[in-house]
C-alpha cells in the first residue's frame, strides 16, 4: 500500500511542484534577476527602464551631477558697491576753506573746525534726504560718492569750496540674512566698502553650523531664486564658496542623506550616508556587501528617478512619459573585476534604493526545499493511514 501510493503521489506532487515554482511563488526579498531584465511588472507598477552601468553611463551621469551654487549663481564677480535704500540712516557733514561762508560763521575761530554736521535722517519713500540750502537731494540708490557730488553741486555756488562727507549712520537695507542651524542666526548689513564676503564668511558671522558638516545644507535665496550645496562641498569645492551680495538670505539645515538596502546584501534596511557624498561601491560596502551564498554578482541593481535631460542621453525614450523624473533601474555586473572600478565612479542620491537580486542556485534550492516538505507531507499521510489499517485489523482479531 506505501509504495503504491508513494508511486502514484510522487509524480503528481513534483508536477504540482514545479508549476509552482515556475510561476515564482518562492519566498524571497525582491524581484529574480530575469523580472527586472525582461521588464516583468504589475498593472499597478509604473513602468521603468534598465540602464546597463559602463563606461558610456559613468561619464553622462557625471557631466549632470549638481552644479551647486557655482552652477545655479554664475556671476563669479564680486559685489558692487553698496547703494542707499528707503530707511537708511544717513549722515552729511559739509566742510568750508574758510570762515564766513554759508555754513561756517566769521566767528568760526572760536569752536573747533570749519565743518558742521546735519542731524542723522532717513532716506524717506520717496528717495530722498534733505540738506540745508541743497534741499531734497536724491539718495535712494546711489552711493555715497554719488550723493556727496550731488549735494557738492546744489551749495558750490553759495558756499565757500565745499566738499561734503556722506556716511551711512545706520544701514536697514542691503542686508544678508544667516538663520537655521547656526550658533548666532544674525542680520547683518552688507560692507559699504564693498567687502568681499563669501558664504563661508557669512556662516562664519553667524557663529558657524551647529551640527556635523555632512549632515549639513545650505540653501541661498538670491532675486527669488534658490540653489542648494552640501556644506562640506563649499570646503571641498571653493567654486561653489560664491560672494554674498546684498537682500541674499542663506538658511542652514541638517538632513542626514539615507539610502535603502534589499535584497542579498549583507544586511537590509536604511543606511546613513555619513558623507557628503558616497559612491555605489562604498553603498554596497556599507550594506554588508553581497552574501556568498546567496547573492548574484552580476545581477546588483541600483533604483532611482533621473531627470528628462539625463534619461535621453541615456538612450531612453522619454516621450512614453509625462513625468519630470524617469524611473531607471542602473545594472552592475560584479562578476566582471570591472564592475567594482565602474561602481566607484557613480554617486549615490538620498533616497536610492539598492537591490541584489538572488543567484538562480538560491532558487532552485528554495524549490527543492519546497518539494522535500510536500513529500514529507505525503509521506507522513500515507504513514498514518497504514497505522490505522494495522490497528483496526489489531481490533477485529483480538478475542
Known amino acids: 500500500?506505501?509504495?503504491?501510493?508513494?508511486?502514484?503521489?510522487?509524480?503528481?506532487?513534483?508536477?504540482?511542484?514545479?508549476?509552482?515554482?515556475?510561476?515564482?511563488?518562492?519566498?524571497?526579498?525582491?524581484?529574480?534577476?530575469?523580472?527586472?531584465?525582461?521588464?516583468?511588472?504589475?498593472?499597478?507598477?509604473?513602468?521603468?527602464?534598465?540602464?546597463?552601468?559602463?563606461?558610456?553611463?559613468?561619464?553622462?551621469?557625471?557631466?549632470?551631477?549638481?552644479?551647486?551654487?557655482?552652477?545655479?549663481?554664475?556671476?563669479?564677480?564680486?559685489?558692487?558697491?553698496?547703494?542707499?535704500?528707503?530707511?537708511?540712516?544717513?549722515?552729511?557733514?559739509?566742510?568750508?576753506?574758510?570762515?564766513?561762508?554759508?555754513?561756517?560763521?566769521?566767528?568760526?575761530?572760536?569752536?573747533?573746525?570749519?565743518?558742521?554736521?546735519?542731524?542723522?535722517?532717513?532716506?524717506?519713500?520717496?528717495?530722498?534726504?534733505?540738506?540745508?540750502?541743497?534741499?531734497?537731494?536724491?539718495?535712494?540708490?546711489?552711493?555715497?560718492?554719488?550723493?556727496?557730488?550731488?549735494?557738492?553741486?546744489?551749495?558750490?555756488?553759495?558756499?565757500?569750496?565745499p566738499q561734503v562727507v556722506v556716511a551711512m549712520a545706520s544701514q536697514r537695507t542691503q542686508l544678508i540674512s544667516v538663520l537655521g542651524e547656526v550658533n548666532s542666526p544674525a542680520r547683518y548689513p552688507a560692507s559699504a566698502a564693498g567687502a568681499k564676503d563669501k558664504v563661508l564668511d557669512a556662516i562664519t558671522r553667524a557663529g558657524g553650523i551647529k551640527g556635523q558638516g555632512f549632515e549639513t545644507w545650505v540653501m541661498l535665496e538670491r532675486a527669488g531664486k534658490r540653489a542648494t550645496v552640501p556644506f562640506e562641498n563649499l570646503v571641498m569645492s571653493p567654486e561653489n564658496n560664491i560672494y554674498v551680495r546684498p537682500d541674499d538670505s542663506i538658511y542652514v539645515y541638517r538632513e542626514q542623506q539615507k539610502f535603502l538596502a534589499f535584497g542579498a546584501s549583507g544586511q537590509s534596511g536604511e543606511f546613513n550616508f555619513d558623507a557628503w557624498r558616497i559612491n555605489l561601491g562604498e553603498a554596497v560596502g556599507k550594506a554588508g556587501g553581497l552574501l556568498d551564498g546567496q547573492a548574484d554578482p552580476a545581477a546588483v541593481f541600483l533604483y532611482r528617478r533621473e531627470p528628462r535631460e539625463v534619461a535621453a542621453q541615456l538612450g531612453i525614450d522619454v516621450s512614453k512619459y509625462t513625468t519630470e523624473t524617469i524611473p531607471v533601474i542602473f545594472s552592475v555586473n560584479f562578476r566582471d573585476p570591472g564592475g567594482f572600478f565602474l561602481a566607484t565612479k557613480v554617486m549615490m542620491k538620498n533616497q536610492d534604493i539598492l537591490y541584489v537580486s538572488n543567484s538562480r542556485n538560491v532558487e532552485v534550492t528554495k524549490f527543492l526545499t519546497f518539494l522535500r516538505v510536500i513529500m514529507a507531507t505525503g509521506s507522513d499521510a500515507v504513514n498514518l493511514s497504514n497505522d490505522a489499517l494495522i490497528f483496526r485489523n489489531n481490533i477485529k482479531l483480538a478475542p
Do not use: W
Open 1 to 161: 500500500m506505501h509504495a503504491f501510493v508513494t508511486r502514484v503521489l510522487t509524480p503528481a506532487l513534483l508536477s504540482v511542484g514545479l508549476a509552482l515554482g515556475g510561476c515564482s511563488t518562492n519566498p524571497g526579498s525582491g524581484p529574480l534577476t530575469d523580472d527586472v531584465n525582461n521588464h516583468v511588472q504589475t498593472a499597478s507598477a509604473p513602468a521603468y527602464e534598465l540602464v546597463p552601468i559602463n563606461p558610456a553611463t559613468v561619464n553622462i551621469l557625471h557631466t549632470h551631477e549638481p552644479k551647486g551654487l557655482a552652477g545655479a549663481f554664475t556671476d563669479k564677480r564680486p559685489p558692487a558697491s553698496i547703494v542707499f535704500g528707503i530707511g537708511d540712516v544717513v549722515s552729511v557733514t559739509i566742510f568750508e576753506a574758510a570762515a564766513g561762508g554759508l555754513f561756517i560763521p566769521a566767528e568760526a575761530g572760536v569752536r573747533p573746525g570749519n565743518f558742521v554736521t546735519i542731524p542723522d535722517q532717513s532716506v524717506d519713500n520717496d528717495g530722498f534726504i534733505t540738506v540745508p540750502y541743497a534741499g531734497q537731494v536724491k539718495a535712494a540708490g546711489l552711493t555715497a560718492v554719488q550723493i556727496q557730488r550731488s549735494v557738492v553741486e546744489k551749495i558750490a555756488n553759495r558756499a565757500i569750496e
